[in-house]
């Protein structure tokens, strides 16, 4: 089982940037696809982005295009980590945001909570206007 703590939320004026990291511990992640999802009060879950084991692939929910960049660290010896970038930040995108894992082959089809397997705990992020 792979334990997932996510960190680096925080406050932030609209038009900033944030960058919140997942960080896994008792398993590497380099087996897992990784997701990025969010839950903003009074909503539901939302799907934030996805990346493939290798890096290679990713993708992203429509609102989140061009201003959200998710990445990964799956280099040996090394915390393994997923990062997500985020740029010109709208008050809409406060939320906690989640990361997750997903042992399923990686598609663009994985933009479902039941499409993963381990979730962090989460971590605020609010943006100001």
């Known amino acids: 089982q792979v334990q997932l703590v996510e960190s680096g939320g925080g406050v932030v004026q609209a038009g900033g940037s944030l960058r919140i990291s997942c960080a896994a511990s008792?398993?590497?992640?380099?087996?897992?696809?990784m997701g990025w999802f969010r839950r903003a009060p009074g909503k539901e879950r939302e799907f934030v982005a996805s990346?493939?084991?290798?890096?290679?692939?990713?993708?992203?929910?429509d609102s989140m295009k061009g201003r959200f960049t998710i990445s990964r660290d799956n280099a040996k010896n090394t915390v393994n980590t997923v990062y997500l970038q985020m740029n010109s930040l709208k008050p809409e995108d406060t939320a906690v945001y989640y990361c997750?894992?997903?042992?399923?082959?990686?598609?663009?089809?994985?933009?479902?909570?039941?499409?993963?397997?381990?979730w962090g705990q989460g971590t605020q992020v609010t943006v100001s206007s």
């Open positions: 997750a894992a997903s042992w399923a082959p990686y598609s663009t089809n994985l933009v479902q909570p039941g499409n993963y397997n381990f």
């Open positions: 008792g398993r590497t992640i380099g087996g897992y696809a």
């Open positions: 990346i493939s084991r290798d890096g290679a692939g990713t993708y992203y929910a």
